[in-house]
């Protein structure tokens, strides 16, 4: 079936540190999405990307569309405590489902 | 406007035992979602209904059922309910449309079930 690596599983910064993390997958798809979960809650939508090679913002957080169509990379900047949760990539794959990532797991030390 | 819905938000049930978990969206979405999400293991679609009178599986639909009743509500049951069943289930939907958010989904609260 369709598999997402993503990648760290988890990451522990100081506020302040910028992050980045990553995923990559074997297949080619042409929608990558990034989702936040925070604790006890549903996921959020961050960001969608629908074409090869984007880039696209959203306040502090931006994302790339790979070229290749097998990865993408979301990055954070200037963390701040808020940002703790769990983010995951996804991608649309056939028929229209829509399949997540296992996940990075964002702690911010004090 | 409520969004997406969930009932229970806990329960615990015995091995064997049957059960349906509830979800409703008020957002005149098409589509909607069965997901169930494990430590470790992110979200994995359980099943998936693309509109009304339609169901799909996902990825791990073994041990569960759903009903499409209507254009709001898409439930999910458990027949005879299993410890491997523990997890946090969640539904989702969005609306199948163009757009740059075409591919949003709204989650639900998410129900935590425990098969003891």
């Known amino acids: 079936g369709q598999q997402l690596n993503q990648s760290p599983q988890s990451m522990f910064i100081q506020e302040g540190e910028d992050v980045s993390m990553n995923c990559t997958s074997s297949s080619i798809f042409n929608t990558w999405l990034w989702y936040k979960q925070d604790p006890g809650e549903g996921p959020v939508l961050l960001i969608a990307?629908?074409?090869?090679?984007e880039l696209t913002s959203n306040g502090r957080l931006t994302a790339q569309f790979g070229i290749t169509r097998k990865d993408s990379f979301l990055n954070i900047s200037a963390s701040i405590p808020s940002d703790v949760g769990i983010y995951f990539c996804?991608?649309?794959?056939?028929?229209?489902?829509?399949?997540f990532g296992k996940g990075t797991r964002l702690h911010i030390l004090p | 406007n409520a969004g997406v819905t969930q009932t229970p938000k806990f329960q615990v049930l015995k091995t064997g035992q049957s059960m349906t978990l509830q979800c409703a969206q008020d957002m005149n979405h098409n589509s909607m979602y069965w997901y169930r999400q494990d430590p470790g293991m992110g979200l994995r679609l359980i099943y998936y209904?693309?509109?009304?009178?339609?169901?799909d599986k996902g990825e791990v639909p073994n041990g569960y059922n759903v009903s499409r009743l209507n254009k709001r509500e898409f439930s999910l049951r458990l027949e005879s309910a299993a410890p491997s069943q523990t997890s946090v289930y969640f539904c989702?939907?969005?609306?199948?449309?163009?757009?740059?958010?075409?591919?949003?989904?709204?989650f639900g609260p998410g129900t935590r079930l425990t098969v003891t």
């Open positions: 989702a939907s969005r609306l199948l449309a163009g757009g740059s958010r075409s591919y949003e989904q709204y």
């Open positions: 209904s693309a509109s009304e009178g339609t169901t």
């Open positions: 996804a991608i649309r794959g056939r028929d229209d489902k829509i399949i």
């Open positions: 990307l629908y074409k090869a090679g």
